[in-house]
T-cell receptor, first 115, second 113 residues
Framework: AQSVAQPEDQVNVAEGNPLTVKCTYSVSGNPYLFWYVQYPNRGLQFLLK??????LVKGSYGFEAEFNKSQTSFHLKKPSALVSDSALYFCAVRAAVSGNTPLVFGKGTRLSVIA | NAGVTQTPKFQVLKTGQSMTLQCAQD?????MSWYRQDPGMGLRLIHYSVGAGITDQGEVPNGYNVSRSTTEDFPLRLLSAAPSQTSVYFC????????????FGPGTRLTVL
């Protein structure tokens, strides 16, 4: 079975500081990994994904994520946080196998960037 | 392209009433899905479809029905609403599963009294 863990319900960071939102996963075989962001009263917006190849993935709004197979992690990072980055962040995983394997989401991490 | 659209945006039901949440996409995506979002629970998959005429259950299917008669539309039906179905519902679509990115609609906030 697939699963995603986001160990922190809330992350607080000062504006201008680097931020990290953690994600670990469990799948059989290789994973496809995704990060989404949700602003208040909005749907989820796609940030970035890891499919294969380079372990460092760059996405929208200056975000990046590093795939670490040995630690089964896919942490989201940004070098310098903005107040406008404050939102709810979701990590998701799907096994990279043939067949109908739905996307499984973590419970989300609320990021608060303080001016 | 309008992307993924959902109607209504808000709905209040009484226990036992039925209703249909509408979802449509204009991107010719084969895969569509319904999630519910509850505080502290993240997104949980209700039902999904890999193409017209094909649907399957997700993690929390009880109390919900779906059908997929066209590629564009994927309605979610609540036959007899219960307070436990109070939630925010999101529809999503992608070309296929696998590596394809899912795109989400704006959501429907449902309250069952």
């Amino acid at each position: 079975a697939q699963s995603v863990a986001q160990p922190e319900d809330q992350v607080n960071v000062a504006e201008g500081n680097p931020l990290t939102v953690k994600c670990t996963y469990s799948v059989s075989g290789n994973p496809y990994l995704f990060w989404y962001v949700q602003y208040p009263n909005r749907g989820l917006q796609f940030l970035l994904k890891y499919i294969t190849g380079d372990n460092l993935v760059k996405g929208s709004y200056g975000f990046e994520a590093e795939f670490n197979k040995s630690q089964t992690s896919f942490h989201l990072k940004k070098p310098s946080a903005l107040v406008s980055d404050s939102a709810l962040y979701f990590c998701a995983v799907r096994a990279a196998v043939s067949g109908n394997t739905p996307l499984v989401f973590g419970k989300g991490t609320r990021l608060s960037v303080i001016a | 392209n309008a992307g993924v659209t959902q109607t209504p945006k808000f709905q209040v039901l009484k226990t036992g009433q039925s209703m249909t949440l509408q979802c449509a996409q204009d991107m010719n995506h084969e895969y569509m899905s319904w999630y519910r979002q509850d505080p502290g629970m993240g997104l949980r998959l209700i039902h999904y479809s890999v193409g017209a005429g094909i649907t399957d259950q997700g993690e929390v299917p009880n109390g919900y029905n779906v059908s997929r008669s066209t590629t564009e539309d994927f309605p979610l039906r609540l036959l007899s609403a219960a307070p436990s179905q109070t939630s925010v519902y999101f529809c999503a679509s992608s070309f296929r599963q696998g590596r394809d990115t899912q795109y989400f609609g704006p959501g429907t906030r449902l309250t069952v009294l």
